[in-house]
């Protein structure tokens, strides 16, 4: 092989190689500006300790802008396998607070252990189950997982999947 075309080689294998360097630089740049921002993804998450919670408590909070009720059911509110989260033993509702029907947010009555919505009249018992009035359907239950005593809003687990398939 003569000088110049171990030159030539030599160059084409140099050209390559800054080639593909440049060509995975561009490709880990195009990933981070697509990729959301760490703040935008925590953002997406909302986790709430259970572990406070009283027996009989019910507590709305806020996930992605949207009301969700967390009610740990006491001794008389009837145990349901299709809807319950157990954790630690304890029995909780968890659910989108936004009426089925047109989407106003009904008030916990914890007299009559019912949610009831003032738009049009409809009510859900405590397991989010509509039992009156317009709504079509139970109140929806949010993605979520359970960490320990935490319930993880806006994140999907084998639980979640489940209680999905059957409520
Ligand atoms: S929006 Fe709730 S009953 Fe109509």
Request: glycine share 10%; aromatic share 8%; net charge positive.
């Amino acid at each position: 092989m003569s000088v110049k075309q171990e030159r030539r080689d030599f160059i084409g294998l140099a050209f390559g190689a800054v080639a593909a360097v440049g060509g995975a630089a561009t490709l880990v740049a195009v990933k981070k500006t697509w990729d959301p921002l760490p703040s935008v993804k925590a953002a997406g998450f909302t986790t709430v300790d259970l572990s406070p919670m009283k027996e009989g408590e019910m507590r709305q909070i806020e996930w992605r802008k949207k009301p969700i009720f967390v009610l740990k059911k006491d001794a008389s509110m009837a145990p349901n396998d299709k809807r319950d989260i157990v954790v630690e033993g304890a029995r909780y509702m968890v659910a989108i607070g936004l009426c089925t029907h047109l989407g106003c947010i009904p008030e916990w009555k914890p007299g009559k252990q019912v949610f009831v919505c003032a738009c049009h009249g409809g009510e859900f018992d405590a397991d989010g189950v509509n039992t009156f009035g317009p709504p079509p359907r139970p109140l929806d239950i949010p993605p979520f997982k359970i960490d320990g005593t935490k319930l993880v809003l806006g994140e999907t687990s084998p639980e979640y999947e489940k209680l999905a398939a059957q409520a």
